[in-house]
């Protein structure tokens, strides 16, 4: 039926809504290895916008790994684990990322999306209740929806509201969830605190380590190896610092067992490709060995600088770690200065609702092993120039 004789579709007009909101997104063109330089829409620039943060994606010995592993097992899984999907490559990983976060088993899945949905909708249900932190990941909140249980979002760290929370609830059964690094602005949760809150309340704790995995804590295990906390569940996935693709849930046999039984992104899924499971597998080696640490070492540095050369800025939160959000609040504008810096060889995305609350726009500096002080430094100066000439150019529109 053509769009022209019956008038506009319902998505087009969805379109131009998003687009007067200054909402509308487009995906930027990349190309080249993933590194500090790369090109986006046809401009060279300094990489600002990647989760890369050890800068493994292109480790010769992760690129070696993935060819290697798809020639003794093929491009494809061909089927799901619980079919004909499981094979060798994915129970080594698994058997990896158990002896390497300490727990009983570990669990692959296709994506972070993946394993977050299917954990929440698996575990709880009607009647049931998740309390979850007011900054979680839309994986995280799409999850507690599907699970259909009562779901409680408490204001962000807050653990005075929590326990209130938990007080209050008459559940058979609770879950806490929380990241452990947070995706947009990178504060951490205190994860002792609160698997304390939830011992005293009878309530599970799911941590998603997603943005810390490879990066923080002894040999990268996290922030609750960081912090000598053991949750329930933990969560982290394959495709940032590791440099690869997929997710995984470690915890006890029991969470494994039920989780392959009933979490239906895992069931009704193919595998992932024996490539990437390879490459995920010789990156979390490198990750648990000295080189990690020295890759580790580099971010930690990085952070320092960065934080010195950014200063005490309005929109800069001085909690952040290797995730550093320059807060402009409006979208539109956000935009405008991300673009800006983009032609001076700067790529900082920018981060609008319904990402971030609205009134809450940023650029997001996400920062690498593999950055220079230089690198750096360059940053810093051409975002202070995009900056100054946005916010001039309002003041002066005649010029």
């Known amino acids: 039926m053509s769009e022209g004789l019956q008038g506009k579709t319902f998505w087009q007009s969805e379109i131009e809504a998003i687009k007067e909101k200054g909402l509308f997104r487009e995906m930027p063109a990349v190309s080249g290895l993933p590194g500090r330089v790369i090109h986006v829409n046809g401009t060279r620039a300094l990489n600002f916008s990647s989760n890369n943060y050890l800068g493994l994606a292109a480790h010769p010995r992760v690129i070696t790994a993935a060819v290697e592993y798809t020639l003794r097992y093929g491009a494809g899984a061909t089927a799901s684990r619980l079919i004909a999907g499981n094979g060798e490559a994915h129970r080594e990983l698994e058997d990896f990322i158990a002896q390497w976060k300490q727990t009983e088993t570990a669990l692959l899945f296709g994506s972070g999306y993946q394993a977050n949905v299917g954990i929440l909708s698996s575990l709880v249900g009607e009647g049931d209740l998740i309390l979850s932190d007011e900054f979680n990941h839309a994986s995280i909140i799409d999850g507690c929806r599907l699970s259909r249980a009562e779901v409680r979002v408490y204001p962000h760290l807050d653990l005075n509201r929590l326990e209130d929370l938990l007080r209050q609830g008459r559940h058979p059964r609770k879950l806490v969830v929380t990241e452990s690094v947070f995706s947009m602005d990178g504060d951490r949760a205190p994860l002792k605190e609160l698997q304390e809150v939830c011992s005293r309340w009878g309530a599970v704790l799911m941590v998603d380590e997603a943005h810390a995995t490879g990066v923080i804590g002894p040999f990268g295990r996290g922030v609750a190896a960081e912090q000598g906390v053991t949750p329930h569940i933990q969560m982290g996935t394959l495709g940032k610092a590791v440099g690869a693709s997929g997710a995984y849930v470690a915890g006890s046999k029991s969470l494994r067992d039920l989780l392959a039984n ?125 900056v100054a000439d946005e916010f001039s150019s309002e003041s002066n529109p005649g010029g």
């Not at 990437?276 to 990156?283: Q, T």
């Not at 990690?292 to 001085?318: E, Q, Y």
């Not at 319904?354 to 809450?360: A, I, K, N, Q």
């Open 262 to 386: 009933r979490a239906r992104s895992l069931v009704y899924t193919t595998a992932a490709p024996p490539g990437v499971v390879g490459a995920a597998l010789e990156s979390l080696r490198i990750i648990a060995s000295e080189e990690g640490d020295r890759l580790r070492a580099s971010l930690a540095h990085n952070v320092d600088l960065f934080h010195k050369l950014l200063g005490k800025r309005p929109g800069v939160s001085a909690e952040s770690g290797h995730i550093v959000p320059y807060k402009v609040g409006d979208s539109l504008r956000t935009m405008t200065i991300s673009r800006k810096c983009l032609t001076k060889g700067v790529f900082a995305h920018g981060i609008r609702f319904p990402t971030v609350p609205e009134g809450t726009a940023r650029l997001r500096f996400t920062l690498m092993s593999l950055h220079t002080e230089q690198d750096l430094k360059t940053a810093v100066s051409v975002l202070e120039e995009a």
